[in-house]
């Protein structure tokens, strides 16, 4: 399963594998049960993981890159019914993070869908797949 065909539906919880698109919806594949079914764009909205950034101090990153993070950290995960022990759990794999506007819900998802995908994803953007192009000269493009 590749990471950029993992979507977020609005309404629908979990995590999903786009696995066809439509003019109305796409067909999906969830992660949690793999029951696979058709989900209306007219009701529901579709997020690719790829697309969804978080706010740090500085410049906002990519998802991936707190996953990664996550991945790399010997730190426990902490219990999702906690506040106080996620913010401290992001504070400790994830510093840079602005927890003035990355709330607890916010959090309590990342670690939910951390835990779907950890086992079943690489960890990386479609745009790290790409090689750069060389010219004739042997330049980069």
Request: aromatic content about 10%.
């Amino acid at each position: 399963m590749e990471y950029n065909k993992i979507v977020a539906i609005t309404g629908v919880g979990g995590l999903f594998e786009l696995l066809s698109s439509k003019t109305d919806g796409a067909i999906v594949r969830s992660l949690e049960d793999n029951s696979t079914k058709f989900i209306s764009s007219r009701v529901h909205n579709f997020s690719h993981l790829e697309s969804i950034e978080v706010y740090t101090v500085n410049q906002n990153v990519n998802l991936v890159d707190v996953f990664k993070a996550m991945k790399e950290s010997s730190t426990p995960l902490p219990a999702a019914r906690d506040n106080a022990s996620l913010k401290q759990y992001f504070q400790e794999v994830f510093p840079d993070m602005d927890f003035e506007r990355v709330y607890a819900s916010d959090m309590k998802k990342m670690i939910r869908w951390f835990e779907l995908l950890k086992d079943k994803v690489e960890f990386k953007l479609s745009a790290e797949d790409e090689e750069p192009i060389a010219s004739p000269a042997g330049e980069e493009k």
